[in-house]
């Protein structure tokens, strides 16, 4: 557990980059430092690995002021990984990795093989191993910080930023990756972003910090999207937070109906005689696009003759997923598939809505906020 105690920073120029901040990070969790540009957010973890000391207050790790330990010693417990990586350009990326055993007296043998094991962890195929960190790409490289961070088997980890510099669909994959791994390794993550997408969506808590380094608001991410403290949080949470709230509410209470389904390959004679949409299924019952109402077939079904679906909802994952499916797709019937991608059946977006209501009237009449 961290524990930051009334912390102040006013650096030698006279910036005031935290302000008289207290709270808690718990063991085990990620807990996420979300704000605009210059908000004290690097300035605040640096407290924690004693990059940074704070001009008043105290940062507590596992009940110890981190002044009475050695720096050197509190760094070994606590993994940093930051933008770009940091990467030791003239190093493999395995020896890259390895140098955090080979600190600790590892053999270069067992270093390495620790660092392969790693490696193989943050989902990174074995030969790249043999490359440099330049013949990577900015998702490679990232996923190697990683790997480095984890080598000494930190119980804490500091990220700063780790994943801006990659693309969205390469940042998406890392977030995804952090999270597995965080179910395997359950540490204790402090984590940096100005996105509050990112923030959200790994955060088991998140702290909004506002210009000036005040603590706007410190809640789980769906207590931020459902009561925004203030004005400010509001606006830096974005417009569309009723939308991603869905997000955690779980698919309890889904009921997926059948829509009628032609196969690939089917013909003309085995459109159902029913005038709607009709689903095309692949041989492995996969969802493949929508025939038109009134559609005829020529010939054999094939994907030409097919509009395009919508989002595919997963069974027993979130209600975002299941909305967005209904509205993506052209049917307006949100097809829903299993863990294997197999189709199960279809919902529309009033049945999601109407489920967001009355789940909504129920917590209502409990008495709590909906
Ligand atoms: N060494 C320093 N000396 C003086 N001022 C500093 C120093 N480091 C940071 N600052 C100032 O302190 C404030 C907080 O900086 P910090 O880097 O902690 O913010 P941040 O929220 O991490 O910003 P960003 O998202 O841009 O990285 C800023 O106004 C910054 O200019």
Redesign the pocket.
Known sequence: MIEFQSVHKQ???G?V??QDLSLTVEAGTITVLV??????????MRMVNRMIDPSSGSVLLDGTDIRERDPARLRRGIGYVIQQAGLFPHRTVLDNVATVPRLFGNSRRDARRRAAELLERVGLPNDLGKRYPVQLSGGQQQRVGVARALAADPPVLLMD?PFSAVDPVVRADLQDELLRLQDELGKTVLF?T?DIDEAIKLGDRVAV?RQG?YLAQYAAPDDLLAEPADDFVTSFVGRDRGYRRLSFLDSQGVCPEQADTIRIGDTSADVPSRAGWVLALDHERRPRGWLLPDATVDGQLTENQLLAGGSLYTEGTSLRGALDAALSAPSGLGVVVDADGAYVGVVTARHVLDLIESRRRSVTTEGAVP
């Open positions: 650096y030698g120029n910036t980059a935290v704000g605009p540009s210059g908000c004290g957010k690097t300035t605040l930023e940096v100005h910090l380094g």
